[in-house]
């Protein structure tokens, strides 16, 4: 019997703390039985899991991008004493709003004022330590984005990655990161398979479904996602050119035009499906930095 994806979710995260995840969380959504695509937002972070959970028993063949990281660098997990990134989750779980919170003199979670660190970049990180502050997934959105120094990320709108580190600023991902991974370890607990640090499940008498992350930028390319003009050419390109696009409700392209948010979850929800083969592909890491660091689905192809 052929292999079959029953559905494909692509989440756009946020870790807004307030009422402002309902407005922020955007989740593309695709379903084999009758191929749609449809667009969803106004569930907190926990809805959206216990979403997840339920969609999974729903349609255990399934496949879910998120976009924060689902580790950090391996030197700060073994730091901690984590020999595995799902140990190192668990110490996320019990520090993470430490490292959030004002009163965090670690001043490696940097970006965010008001508070006892700096706004700025730690030394720590700056010159040839830069490195430090990325995974080797993180290098590898880099290398994809053709991004080879930092004069030149600077001149790619929004392309290069940033660093879990960053809690604050133009295009942190370090709070959605921490907020996030107490989310994935509940789904991992549920069932889910979490690539690349599990062997996907998607095939077989007892299907699981499948997470892994997901860096929209790299779907997307460049294109100034905050500007709705820019977002509306985009999309009325990709009708023009692309027979999936063409199939698109108003509604769904309505929402992508209106909402940064909903455009990355939609775009990156279209490519998910049209490489969905590329899922049976994937296969547990081998190697001690990915098995701690995780790996981002599509870089480094």
């Known amino acids: 019997m052929a292999f079959e994806m029953e559905r494909v979710v692509a989440v756009d995260w946020s870790g807004d703390k307030g009422p402002g995840q309902r407005k922020k969380i955007w989740a593309g959504v695709w379903t084999a039985a009758g191929g749609g695509v449809r667009l969803e937002s106004g569930r907190t972070r926990e809805e959206l899991v216990g979403w997840l959970v339920e969609l999974g ?3 255990p ?3 879910v991008g998120v976009d924060f990281c689902f580790s950090y660098p391996a030197w700060f997990l073994e730091e901690h004493g984590a020999g ?8 996320v779980v019990e520090h993470g709003e430490r490292w959030l919170g004002k009163e965090c003199e670690d001043a490696r979670f940097w970006g965010r004022m008001g508070s006892r660190r700096t706004g700025k970049k730690p030394a720590e990180f700056c010159g040839e330590r830069g490195h430090r ?3 080797r997934a993180d290098e590898a959105c880099k290398v994809q984005a053709k991004i080879v120094d930092p004069e030149q990320a600077a001149k790619v709108k929004g392309i290069a990655p940033k660093s879990p580190f960053q809690i604050g600023g133009a295009g942190a991902v370090g709070t959605g990161t921490l907020r996030g991974i107490p989310m994935l370890e509940r789904l991992h607990g549920a069932g889910f398979r979490v690539w690349p640090f599990d062997a996907p499940g998607l095939v077989g008498k007892a299907p699981k479904p499948l997470l892994v992350e997901i860096y929209p930028r790299l779907l997307t390319g460049e294109v100034k996602k905050s500007n709705e003009g820019a977002r509306r050419e985009y999309l009325k390109a990709r009708v023009v050119a692309d027979a999936a ?3 698109l409700g108003k509604e769904v392209l309505d929402k992508a035009r209106g909402s940064e948010d909903a455009f990355d979850a939609l775009v990156s929800v ?3 499906v049209e ?3 590329s899922f049976l592909q994937l296969r547990q890491a081998r190697d001690r930095v990915t098995l701690l660091e995780g790996a981002v689905w599509g ?3």
């Open 57 to 59: 028993k729903e349609t």
């Open 61 to 63: 063949r399934m496949v």
């Open 84 to 91: 595995t990134a799902p140990e190192f989750w668990e110490i």
């Open 133 to 135: 502050m990325l995974r």
């Open 245 to 247: 696009y063409k199939r």
């Open 270 to 272: 279209m490519m998910m």
């Open 275 to 277: 490489r969905r083969a």
């Open 299 to 301: 870089a480094g192809e």
